[in-house]
């Protein structure tokens, strides 16, 4: 590729997708070297496209061949009736391929993606399948503090058989891979991993899964030469003093680790990023606030962190 590649899907029809990445690429406008393919609806009111056009030379084709095609336009539409679901698949596919050099993703539902005719429960199941790995982990960065997910959405009766020490120590490898997008200052500092129980188990009081896998996840962290503590206590974790006391946190399961991240951050800073996979994703860390669909309130801030951090990433691979 003779330019940096960033390929942008904007999720639901009705959701804010499309609103914050057109709002977010008029932010950041034209980069050196730096071509942005961007998915919309064929049916796209011109409101957000005129975002485009104030910094861009904007070239719209209907389908990612041709837009792939395109070597010289600073950004690239794509006019497309295809379901938002295929998007991501297609733009998987090109990164998994080398066509593209990053994805960045807006907020799609998991109803929109079952509606689609694709089996795949959301983002991360997409990218897993089209690259063909086991274990992917969802990440998330923010400016107040960092965390990875050991376990995706997985519903909560399926957890505790779920949790097995290969799940914990695998999350563990990718937290640490994932410290390469933080400071060097950050790096530094150990991994922050969550216990299960209230209390991380009260030495066995409230739960055994502590005392159960906690030797074995220090010990295979201290052979890989990871440096982590845990388990840490869950309601006391996040408290602001602990913020600078670890590079990242590994919360055991969805709601552990993305209630207080987005509680803190909101929508704006984070970004979510899947570690796993052998390409460039990083995502919006929000939902398709569909309750705000067309009334030009939503925030851009999170989408613009995204596409930010794939140039840089991109950059450095």
């Not at 056009?53 to 719209?60: E, I």
Request: proline share 4%.
């Amino acid at each position: 590729m003779s330019k940096i590649k960033i390929i942008l899907t904007t999720g639901d029809l009705d959701g804010i997708g499309l609103e914050v990445a057109t709002k977010a690429l008029n932010n950041i406008g034209p980069k050196k070297s730096v071509q942005f393919i961007i998915w919309r609806h064929q049916g796209t009111t011109s409101r957000y496209l005129k975002l485009l056009d104030q910094k861009f030379s904007r070239v719209t084709v209907s389908t990612l061949e041709q837009a792939l095609a395109n070597e010289t336009s600073s950004l690239v539409d794509i006019s497309s009736s295809l379901p938002p679901a295929f998007w991501v698949e297609q733009s998987a596919v090109a990164c998994f391929k080398k066509k593209v050099s990053a994805l960045v993703t807006g907020p799609l539902s998991k109803t929109s993606i079952q509606n689609s005719g694709l089996h795949d429960l959301g983002h991360t199941d997409i990218l897993k399948r089209i690259a063909n790995v086991k274990s992917v982990n969802m990440g998330f960065l923010g400016s107040k503090f960092n965390v990875l997910l050991a376990t995706g959405h997985l519903p909560i009766s399926d957890l505790k058989s779920t949790l097995q020490l290969q799940t914990i120590t695998k999350a563990i490898e990718h937290a640490q891979k994932m410290k390469l997008c933080l400071s060097a200052a950050k790096r530094r500092l150990p991994i922050g991993v969550l216990g299960l129980n209230p209390h991380a188990g009260e030495s066995g009081l409230i739960g055994h899964e502590e005392l159960n896998l906690f030797p074995k996840i220090k010990k295979f962290a201290k052979e890989k030469g990871i440096l982590i503590e845990g388990p840490l206590v869950p309601d006391a974790a996040f408290l602001e003093s602990n913020w600078n006391k670890f590079s990242l946190y590994v919360a055991l399961y969805h709601d552990q680790g993305l209630i207080p991240f987005k509680l803190v951050h909101g929508q704006n800073s984070g970004v979510h990023i899947s570690v796993g996979i052998p390409f460039i994703r990083t995502s919006v860390d929000h939902g398709t606030a569909k309750d705000i669909f067309g009334k030009n309130k939503a925030n851009p801030n999170s989408m613009i962190e995204a596409i930010n951090l794939a140039i840089k990433l991109a950059r450095q691979s």
